[in-house]
């Protein structure tokens, strides 16, 4: 894989201290005696130019985290900011034009329309948003990810981990103020999931760009600047610097004993 790394490119829209945060967020679902609280007061900032892991057992309240604080659910209370704008005063109109121009996605099933050529996807939010992609920035982007020989191929054409190289490259296209990524080596090898990893990691420091990545994998939120911890819904603590065994350690304190045997496992 070629591990060029683009140094320039445009400037996201804005940067400040935190890329992201939520304020004393709670999340319900359901009513009566199915009601579940998914989160029970988060408050916690993702700062801007750092890769952040969301780390926790099943059932914690991460993808809820992720979800509430990338605009594509709603909070029960508190407060979820983008930069400096409060994504819940939004409209619907401009929370989706928020998330198409400030904030970019990478899902655990890489989400590449089949029909598009690697380069068609790479490009779609930005063909979507009606906004002119900064072609220097992309070049830079497609050596990054190792694809330029492939630019032309359809994900069909492609391993997985490939694929979900073009879904970073996507997800980073039109330089947003953070990219959240949810799972994105849980359909991976873990080869191609370290490679996925390192890209991420890459990226966000030699660029000053911002990933927020949810994962179950101690080895993967050993990637990020920074791990916070979630439990039943409740942010628990942060982890500078991790290691898998730290963050393993960690975690094994917060799981119930058979999660914490399978990730051990
Ligand atoms: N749409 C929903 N309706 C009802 N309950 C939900 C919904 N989404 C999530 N929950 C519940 O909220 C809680 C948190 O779920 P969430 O998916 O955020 O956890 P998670 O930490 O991401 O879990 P996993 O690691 O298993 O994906 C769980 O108890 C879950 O069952």
Redesign the pocket.
Known sequence: MTTAVPTSGPTPASVPASAARVVDAV?L??TGD?R????DGVSVDFPAGRFTAIM????????????CAAGLDTLTSGSAFIGDTDIGALGDRRLTLLRRRRIGFVFQSFNLLPTLTVAENITLPLDLAGERPDQEWLDALVDTVGLRDRLHHRPGELSGGQQQRVAVARAFAGSPDVVFAD?PTGNLDSRSGQEVLRLLGRTVRQTARTVVM?T?DPVAAAHADEVVF?AD?RLVDRMPDPTAERVLDRFKSFAPPPLAQAVTA
Do not use: F, I
């Open positions: 999340k679902y359901g199915t579940v609280r998914a989160l926790g057992p099943s059932g914690s309240g991460k993808s809820t985290l992720m979800h799972e949810v179950h979630l819904g």
